[in-house]
């Protein structure tokens, strides 16, 4: 590859790089957003951030197709090839979280106007906050290639695992109590899965940030993508 055609090759990749960090800056905000959507019962916000998601999608496929350019006409090597298939990949895991926050949102109108108790609303808003720390934190370490804050990356998702069954200990004893009915119990249960799959795809983007920076792998595969998770409305009572 010649001087010319790699600076160009390097702004292109510099350009991925800008483009899915600001993504991820979007999910960033996107969490505690749709956190208080859910927690205010803020229909017209559930609304405008469901349509909002085919704008999120279609920037994402087009980040995804320079990409797939840059293999094709580039034949990159060594750490340009990690960094462009690495690329690909963190796309999948930022895309997958606006979606999942689009599912919160679907979650929100399906119990509008049942009220949450403070034990419940206290527990939705540190799950917030935890899933969107986590995607900052990642979002930056990528964009900076720094590997060491990527790996700390794991230890903030066992703290946000740790709200999520706590989070299913308070849906079981609101519901014991009286305080939900059974189809609000479900519909937050799947609400707290959705929080901790956004914390899932957070490490992923770490640890693909870690194997562009210095080409580590993890002993275990990355964190399995099972996001195919049905709907709370598709699930039987």
Known sequence: MSQELRSSFHEQLDEVRTGIA????????????????????DLEGAEYVIKGDDAYDAKSIEI???????????????????ALVSA??????????????????KAARRIYSHDLDSQLRGIIQKCGSQASLLFKEATEAYLNNDGVRAAALQDMDTYLDDL?????????????????????????AVVARFYERI???????????????????PQVPYAESRDDLPEASDIPT
């Open 164 to 188: 999520h069954r706590q989070f299913i200990q308070v849906i079981f004893e609101s519901h014991a109590a009286g305080k939900i009915d059974l189809q609000v119990a479900v519909q937050l």
């Open 199 to 217: 914390g899932d795809h957070a490490v992923n983007v770490g640890e693909r940030t870690r194997y562009i920076v210095d080409g580590w792998i």
């Open 64 to 82: 995804e197709e320079q990409c797939f350019s840059q293999i094709a006409l580039q034949a990159p090597v060594a750490s340009d090839l990690r």
């Open 22 to 41: 600001r993504l991820g800056a979007g999910v960033t905000e996107l969490v505690p957003r749709v956190t208080e959507i859910l927690l205010d019962g």
């Open 88 to 105: 690909i990949k963190i796309i999948a895991d930022v895309e997958r979280s606006a979606d999942l926050c689009v599912n919160i949102c």
